[in-house]
Each structure stands twice: as structure tokens, then as C-alpha cells.
């Protein structure tokens, strides 16, 4: 089922979050479709897991063979894995940052992404959608390499990709969050170890400030909705450690623990009787 985060006579952006199933094997992803007249853009459109019920649900708001983009925060498989199947449905072009653009093709079959992918360089930039635009804002190292948030200047709405993630069931991920203090412990465990480190978080929260944001969407849990949650949450990155601020020589050990492939549990190395 497809959530409408913001609609008008013109422009519209709906979040599907239930596309996977639940069954702990994958985790929950959300993907976005933005349409602008008879423009179409689909945001972090996700793995093989969601492409059939993504393609059929959006089928009920937009036509796929009008379709301009694919636009892919960063290359992790439940970004973009599905890459493939949406080169042979539509005409669409993968919008990825350069740090990608020779990597994305080894998702899909040989020659599907020629001359169908758009660069984005480090800096960003405004791409045209409809009669409006998207905003490509930096966001590297957060926690990709070549990482990319995108800001719809109409409805207010900034998508975060793995930036604001919150660990919850699709069904629960429909429900935007208006208090941040009780989400908080959703999110920490994520952001210590998949964002890179504080200094990065100050450096986005001093360009994000600078927006009109009425809704930051992840791609992964609930949409933080208003300036006091959207304030908070600016406040909370900016001061957590993260990343290689938390690491230091004992993460960097030879191993001692041994896998069972069996039970696909760590058990610790066997010492002799008596050691």
C-alpha cells in the first residue's frame, strides 16, 4: 500500500514500506515514488524482494513506460540490486553518484546501463523533474562513500537514505514520528555504526539547516514529520560519536572464535585441558 507523504493537483510523493516480507531474513526498506505532472522518478527503488509489488503499486499512481529516473542514494543491494529488472521495464536512467556509476552495471546484465546512467559528482547538483526539481545534496560517508539525500523543494520533504533510520516493521513505518526523544533509541545503535563519524554529522547538519524541511524520510523506518522532531534530531547527530570515533586498537585483533557452519553461531577457540 502505497503512504502519500504530500499531494497536490501537480505533484505527488508516496513511500511504499510493506513490500518485503517480514520474516527476519531481510530487512525493511522503503521506496519512494515522485511524480510531477507527467514526470516520474522512483527513489531507492530497493532489491529484488520489493521489484514486483513496487512495479505493480506504482502502476496504480504512474505509468512505468513514462518513468524518467531511478535515483539511488548509494549501490547497496537493498538500493539498487533490482537494477536489472527496471532496465528492461522501463526507459528509465540511474541517477547514482560517480563514486558508482562503474559499479551499478554489475547489478544488471551486459550493456542494459549504456548511455542510461547519470553521474552525479561530489558536489551535487539540481536535476530537472517536471516542472520542478530535485535537489541532489552531498551526504557522503553517511554511510556510503558516494552517498546522496535528495530534497524536494515542493513538498518540503528531504529523503535521508540510511540517515535518520529507525529499526521497526513496515507497518509501523507508516506512522511518522512528531516526538523524537522516545524514537531515539530505535535509531542509536544504528547511526553509531553505519554513519562514519561525528565530524561528517556536523558538517551535514550545518548544510541541512539551511533547508525548508517539513518531513525527513529514511529509507529504512519511520518519516521524522515537523521543525521541533526535525530540530531535535539535527541537535542529536550533531553531538553523537560514531563510526572510527568509537573504534580503536582492540576492534583491530587476530581472531580467536571459530564459525560453526551447522548452527551459524561463533563458539570460542577450544584450549587444551589444563591450560
Not at 513511500?15 to 507527467?38: P, R, S
Not at 543491494?77 to 541517477?95: H, Y
Not at 539525500?149 to 513496515?170: C, K
Request: charged share 20%; aromatic share 10%.
Amino acid at each position: 500500500m502505497a503512504i502519500e507523504l504530500y499531494r497536490d493537483k501537480n505533484h505527488a510523493c508516496l513511500m511504499f514500506t510493506d513490500l518485503i516480507e517480514e520474516d527476519g531474513q531481510a530487512v525493511q526498506a522503503n521506496q519512494f515514488l515522485i511524480v510531477d505532472d507527467d514526470t516520474g522518478a522512483i527513489i531507492d527503488p530497493g532489491g529484488n524482494l520489493a521489484f514486483n509489488e513496487l512495479f505493480m503499486g506504482m502502476t496504480k499512481h504512474f505509468p512505468p513506460h513514462k518513468l524518467s529516473y531511478l535515483i539511488a542514494s548509494h549501490a547497496d543491494p537493498d538500493i539498487i540490486a533490482s537494477l536489472d529488472r527496471w532496465m528492461t521495464s522501463t526507459k528509465a536512467s540511474l541517477v547514482i553518484s560517480r563514486v558508482w556509476e562503474r559499479f551499478a552495471p554489475h547489478f544488471t546484465k551486459v550493456g542494459k546501463t549504456e548511455n542510461r546512467v547519470i553521474g552525479v559528482p561530489d558536489s551535487g547538483g539540481h536535476l530537472p523533474l517536471g516542472r520542478h526539481e530535485l535537489v541532489l545534496l552531498p551526504a557522503h560517508f553517511m554511510h556510503s562513500e558516494g552517498n546522496f539525500h535528495f530534497y524536494d523543494p515542493v513538498s518540503r520533504i528531504l529523503f535521508t537514505g540510511d540517515l535518520g533510520v529507525s529499526l521497526m516493521s513496515g507497518t509501523e513505518a507508516q506512522k511518522p514520528i512528531t516526538d523524537l526523544k522516545p524514537h531515539i533509541p530505535r535509531m542509536e545503535g544504528f547511526h553509531r555504526r553505519y554513519m562514519v563519524s561525528n565530524k561528517i554529522l556536523r558538517l551535514w547538519v550545518r548544510m541541512a539547516r539551511q533547508l525548508d524541511i517539513a518531513m525527513l524520510v529514511p529509507q529504512h523506518g519511520a518519516p521524522i514529520l515537523g521543525k521541533p522532531a526535525i530540530q531535535d534530531f539535527f541537535d542529536w547527530i550533531e553531538s553523537l560519536m560514531c563510526g572510527i570515533d568509537l573504534f580503536d586498537d582492540r576492534a583491530y585483533q587476530l581472531p580467536t572464535a571459530y564459525i560453526d557452519p551447522v548452527t551459524r553461531q561463533m563458539r570460542p577457540a577450544l584450549r587444551a585441558v589444563g591450560a
